[in-house]
């Protein structure tokens, strides 16, 4: 097999532009990243809470919901969701 010298080249500059981007993932700033990941939706959260009120913690989800001021889940602000899964993850975990 004979490589040629422009291959050759070719495939040091895509080696190096494969490092700065690998350079550039690793270094980005972590709410960069947090940033880019989608944001939890209505049916996201809806299903987690319909399954811990399956499990037995409907009082506690009913709860949950009253703490961000509302009586059911689609009148609370889409930003507590995030908020609201981490509480809900933990029903039934031991303290």
């Known amino acids: ?21 690998l350079e550039r993932i690793v270094n980005a700033p972590m709410e960069e990243s947090a940033k880019q990941e989608d944001p939890i939706q209505l049916s996201d959260i809806r299903a987690v809470l319909a399954a811990k009120s399956r499990e037995g913690y409907g009082d506690k989800v009913r709860a949950l919901i009253k703490k961000y001021g509302a009586d059911k889940l689609s009148a609370i602000d889409p930003s507590h969701y995030s908020e609201m899964l981490k509480e809900a993850e933990v029903f039934g975990s031991a303290s």
């Open 1 to 21: 097999m004979i490589i040629r010298k422009d291959d050759l080249t070719s495939l040091i500059q895509h080696i190096r532009e494969a490092a700065d981007d």
